[in-house]
């Protein structure tokens, strides 16, 4: 069977005609009859369903994707949905019905109401009277306990299904044997991918046992991750690292731009809420942990006794993170008030906590054995028509401790160019000054605007002592190595060819946003971790996602006009502000109480 039906494809081209052709259990589609093939879906490891609200709609679940196709008609709608149905029967006439997919999709819909069910009494609870009061206090105990049962029922759920996976003569472990056989070299590729994540077997704690250990101790993060629609669908592991991340994106995934950015121009990019498909899977606060994937220029400056060579390597140190915005596909998620990120490594702690909303601030603390390193981020951002540029306000610190010396330093400018036409790219542009308090080196970076080309990541600097004299020149690219004289001082991590469907991260930022049930039991409430819309992108999740962000943010702006009623203004929890003795500059530094005040913090996700 084939023919033209209309196929689902972002929100901002949503209905497009796409000419589908099923042939055995495989549904493939391409743009036009005859034109190359877009995609193709294994019927026989799909769900096919209806949509309640369009008769016209034919909803497929592939397990890691979702295909939404429409009619024009009912008879063809008709045609098409009997179709696909006798193609899988035929396809599955030995295969057990699984029902836990529609069983997780049930209870991500129970748990999504009762999530709003909490925001509706928090709001009535504001503003009432006393009588009322004690009415919503026994509606949030009734809830309270439905959630409850629900909970203990899915728990049953889980046991049962445990039991089914360790019985080898079960009916789960012959299932499993039956997809075993099927034949890979017949699916294209694309589709072994997804049988590939599919039959995955994971192996961790279950959740309802990690979240029994924090229900009393960490009543906030325990109420989050049980009424999320996305961590309750998450299955956490034991595994200290991992080495990629759960879904696969395509990065040429294709969305009209341009109605958006049209809507953009002139405005300042920071108040304005990007859609879901514009980001990658990240905060702002954890894009600090891809700059110390290139730690050891730090260990090198604290073991070097020649002090312009340690300002060499501080440059290459803080050059290094402008290497990893050059594969950048996608944006980060902008910090909601009050959140935090920590990242723990045996040679370092580092600690985030956005500040301010607007302007939005990020302050972060680092501190290794060797070193402190504090900054804060005060991005303003603009839109030129075809290009973002991003300008980083507020100063960087470095403090080696074996020499008792404090660097100080701004950051370069970033433009983001080609957002409409040609290949996107970045480039940062701008005099950075780097200056020895104690020793009075002084090292000047000059990174120009040189345009699109193999120049674009030139560096020049110099390092001169504090009688001004040149003591070192550096050169090179800071899209592939620096040089100090002929003297290699940096080079850089590229990403692997596998990575460049992982947002082109390096196996360090692979890290930032890992959960496992370790991380998970320390990290507060407020952590990056736990955005359910950056998890949810992670897992290919986006119309969730999208729900998830957008609730996110009527909640954060609801609290903010709640403190401008009352007069309230928000005060940072672990950073505080103070003038710096050397540069004689505010700024944000770390208060030295996270570590033993970390979940004593607010609600935000």
């Keep these: 069977m084939e023919g033209y039906l209309m196929k689902w494809t972002n929100i901002f081209q949503r209905w497009q005609p796409r000419y589908f052709i099923l042939y055995d259990d495989i549904l493939t589609y391409c743009e036009q009859k005859g034109s190359s ?15 309640e609200d369009d008769p016209l709609e034919i909803l497929i679940q592939t397990g890691t994707n979702e295909l939404k196709l429409k009619a024009n008609s009912q008879s063809q709608f008709l045609d098409w949905f009997n179709a696909l149905q006798i193609a899988q029967e035929k396809s599955q006439k030995n295969k057990v019905q699984n029902f836990e997919s529609q069983i997780n999709d049930l209870l991500s819909t129970i748990w999504v109401t009762f999530a709003a069910f909490d925001e509706t009494l928090n709001t009535l609870q504001i503003n009432c009277s006393k009588f009322q009061y004690e009415l919503i206090t026994k509606l949030h105990t009734l809830g309270q306990n439905l959630k409850t049962f629900l909970t203990l029922g899915f728990t049953l759920i889980e046991q049962e299904k445990e039991r089914f996976e360790n ?14 056989v099927i034949p890979n070299n017949g699916i294209p590729k694309q589709i072994q991918i997804k049988v590939q994540e599919f039959d995955t077997p994971q192996r961790g704690n279950s959740f309802k046992s990690i979240l029994d250990s924090i229900k009393h101790s960490q009543p906030i993060k325990y109420r989050n991750l049980v009424n999320s629609p996305v961590f309750t669908k998450i299955y956490i592991t034991d595994e200290p690292e991992r080495t990629c991340l759960p879904y696969k994106q395509d990065p040429k995934e294709k969305f009209n731009i341009w109605p958006f950015l049209k809507s953009c121009i002139g405005k300042d990019l920071t108040r304005i809420p990007f859609p879901l498909i514009f980001h990658q899977p990240m905060s702002v606060l954890q894009l600090i942990v891809q700059q110390f994937a290139y730690f050891d220029q730090i260990k090198k400056a604290s073991q070097c006794e020649d002090s312009c060579k340690r300002m060499c390597h501080i440059i290459a140190f803080t050059l290094s993170r402008l290497s990893s915005t050059l594969d950048g596909q996608k944006k980060p998620f902008n910090p909601l008030l009050g959140e935090t990120y920590e990242f723990l490594t045996p040679d370092y702690s580092i600690v985030c906590e956005q500040v301010s909303h607007h302007p939005p601030i990020s302050a972060m603390h680092c501190e290794g054995k060797d070193f402190k390193f504090w900054s804060q981020n005060d991005a303003s951002i603009g839109f030129g028509g075809t290009y973002i540029k991003i300008q980083i306000v507020g100063k960087s610190h470095i403090y080696l401790k074996r020499f008792n010396e404090h660097y100080s330093f701004d950051m370069p400018n970033m433009h983001i160019k080609n957002l409409v036409f040609g290949e996107k790219y970045f480039e940062h542009v701008g005099k950075i000054k780097y200056v020895n308090h104690q020793t009075g080196d002084i090292g000047i970076v000059d990174l120009r605007e040189y345009g699109e080309g193999k120049n674009f990541s030139q560096v020049q600097a110099e390092v001169r002592d504090c009688n001004n004299n040149l003591r070192y020149q550096i050169t090179g690219f800071y899209n592939q190595a620096l040089y100090a004289g002929n003297e290699l001082l940096w080079q850089r991590i590229m990403p692997s060819k596998e990575a460049y469907y992982y947002y082109n991260y390096i196996p360090l930022q692979m890290q930032a946003n890992y959960l496992n049930t370790e991380i998970l039991l320390q990290i507060p409430c407020t952590d990056s971790r736990l955005r359910p819309d950056i998890a949810a992108l992670e897992h290919g999740w986006k119309e969730i996602g999208q729900d998830e962000k957008v609730r996110m943010e009527e909640k954060q702006r609801e609290k903010r006009r709640i403190m401008e009623q009352r007069n309230e203004v928000h005060i940072p929890k672990f950073f505080e502000i103070k003038e710096d003795n050397d540069t004689k500059s505010k700024g944000y530094v770390f208060k030295g109480n996270y570590w033993t005040e970390k979940h004593e913090v607010m609600d935000i996700f």
Aim: charged share 20%.
């Design 37 to 51: 093939v877009e995609g193709r879906v294994s019927l026989k490891i799909s769900g096919i369903f209806t949509v």
């Design 167 to 180: 019985d080898a003569n079960s009916v789960y472990e012959s299932f499993n044997e039956m997809q075993s």
